[in-house]
């Protein structure tokens, strides 16, 4: 079966850095689009970034755009999510994805495989 299993997160001052990462199984990591989407409290879960399978492509939500990097390792069957200058209002639980030929990648219901997330809290 398929796993996705993400960690990395916790508690960092306002402009701190961390980086999560996903390790995945059962599922042939290297055809599938992979992705970040978070959720805060109260909050509809929101696409943060994905890459292609190849990681040649990538793109980001506007608020993270410039300070998150995505990335990942096909040979370790794993992607990362590497977040730089991290604001309060970064704070939320991290989903890690997966989908295969995702097209709409700014949606959740185009990716067929989650993690159970990792919390990133941010304070000011």
């Not at 689009?33 to 040649?56: C, H, L, Y």
């Not at 709409?104 to 304070?123: D, E």
Request: glycine share 12%; aromatic share 12%; charged share 15%.
């Amino acid at each position: 079966q398929v796993q996705l299993v993400e960690s990395g997160g916790g508690l960092v001052q306002a402009g701190g850095s961390l980086r999560l990462s996903c390790a995945a199984s059962g599922l042939t990591f290297s055809s599938f689009n992979m992705g970040w989407f978070r959720q805060a409290p109260g909050k509809e879960r929101e696409f943060v970034a994905g890459i292609d399978t190849s990681g040649g492509s990538t793109d980001y939500s506007d608020s993270v755009r410039g300070r998150f990097i995505i990335s990942r390792d096909n040979a370790k069957n794993t992607v990362f999510l590497q977040l730089n200058s991290l604001k309060p209002e970064d704070t939320a639980v991290y989903y890690c994805t997966a989908g295969y030929r995702v097209i709409r990648i700014h949606v959740p219901g185009a990716y067929h495989f989650w993690g159970q997330g990792t919390q990133v809290t941010v304070s000011s």
